[in-house]
């Protein structure tokens, strides 16, 4: 009889309920990926395990460089004193070593919010909350966002190499010109006799005056 009462408590169904609520009041996950051709998919899932609600999770699609990302701002504006902020690495928080350290002393300090930086366990201001801990996540921040922005400057460097690697090997960037109207070396001849103005011959070609006199430069220089 009296393991049946206590098996149907309306006050401890009460109590999961707000506890339900609250976890989905105060837990919150960033993810990052700097471009739209990454997959934030593995990131995503560890937010899943952890049981962050959908809804407080926050997605950016944009370089790490700075913090101007619009998922993230909605997110600061978002946290409050307590909530748990979990990223999945530093280097999703963002690159930038000086704006990293910034940001975290806002969120931990200003705003009073955990952040909890998955594959990095020190880095769990939930925990060490004493002197020594808080030191001890001071170094390891510091050091992880050193080689988050270095990494960033790596990055840039190999792409300005494999850039110009390839313009040595003939590989042309940005999009291919579009083909010459068929007319056009017909109305070109004709604009070169003074047949045409070029505002008649550029009319007749569908293209403004300036293109059509670069290529009429590229195809015949003029004296």
Known sequence: MGHSSFSVSTPFSGRQSREARQIENTVYGYVRVSTREQHEDRQLIAMRELAVPEKNIYLDKQSGKDF??????????????????????????????TEILEQWRILTREKRVDIVVLDMPLLD????????????????????????????????????????????????????????????????????????TLQQAAN???????????????LEPLP
């Open 68 to 97: 101007q990302r619009p998922q993230y701002r909605r997110l600061v504006k978002k946290l409050k004193a307590d909530d748990v902020l979990y990223i999945k690495s530093i280097d999703r928080l963002g690159r930038n070593y």
């Open 204 to 218: 007749a070609c569908g293209m403004p005056k300036g293109t059509f006199y670069s290529k009429a430069l590229r």
């Open 125 to 196: 201001t939930r925990r060490g909350k004493d002197l020594m801990g808080a030191f001890l996540s001071d170094i390891v921040l510091q050091v992880l966002s050193f080689v988050a922005e270095n990494e960033r400057s790596s990055i840039r460097l190999r792409q300005a190499e494999g850039i110009a690697a390839a313009k040595a090997r003939g590989v042309k960037f940005g999009r291919p010109p579009k083909p010459l109207p068929d007319n056009f070396h017909r109305i070109h001849k004709a604009w070169r006799e003074k047949q045409l």
